[in-house]
């Protein structure tokens, strides 16, 4: 993923300090407090995607409105995600027209409920757009957001609506526009699934169990010291459990053991997972 969203200062939290790679020296709630070294941010970064992981300065990931809207999509539209690609013809000109008929609603509104419901539904109807595309946007905004906050106060003349008063923002020297070229790779149907409750509840586990287990110079191959046989071994050994429990409980076990183990299982496939593609 991107560069800029490793190098310091932190898009996240700001933090350019001597101790910038080290765990614990950036702010609460930065997703980089709990990761420390180059290596392990960068495999966090090419997991955040499919994860939880925070925006910068944003509480909810991108993707997760996103998945609201592809809902939509697809329950009421009967719009099912696409290969990534451009919006053209009809499509376009549908999309522009929304876009028009949000914009007017904001200039007309004359209260605070109807501003934010202006605002709201050009939101929606962008990343609809975006739905359509078949774009995740999630690591295209980080990049973006990178480049942004290396942006300064001030004023830009050629801009006709620079206003007395109203603070833009100005391009310092060096600054490099964003690349979206690796961002806009993932594929949304790929997101998409990602946010299924099993996924999304594997994603959290395996970011909390990292920091409680991976201590002390211990890493996730100690764990696994032979390799695939291993990975086979605890997968195995989860599966058995799984078919144990299912048959003394005559087939009716408790739920949210269940799902527990159900879990678990996920997560060590995971792992093996990672294994075999080369991703650790």
Known sequence: MARDLLAAPCAWCGHNGPNYWEVGSHRVGCPWRD?????????RLRDRVLTLMPLPGVGTPLDELLAAVGEFHRTV?????REPGMLEGDELEHRLEFLREETSELEQADTVDGQADALV??????LGGLVLMGVAPGAAFDTVHAANIRKAPGHDASRTRDREG???????????PPDLGEALSVHLADVLAAREPLFRDCSAL?????VQYNQGGVSLDDYFPYGHTSHAQMVHVKATRILAEMLGADM?????DMAEHVRDLTNYLSFWYRLLTGRR
């Open 77 to 81: 539209l009967q719009q099912e995600p």
């Open 206 to 210: 395996r970011q909390q169990r990292g």
């Open 35 to 43: 990761v420390g070294g180059e290596v392990e941010r960068t495999d």
């Open 121 to 126: 539904d050009l939101a929606y109807v962008a």
């Open 166 to 176: 109203v603070i833009d923002s100005v391009k310092l020297d060096g600054w490099r």
């Open 252 to 256: 009716h076990p408790d739920v949210r």
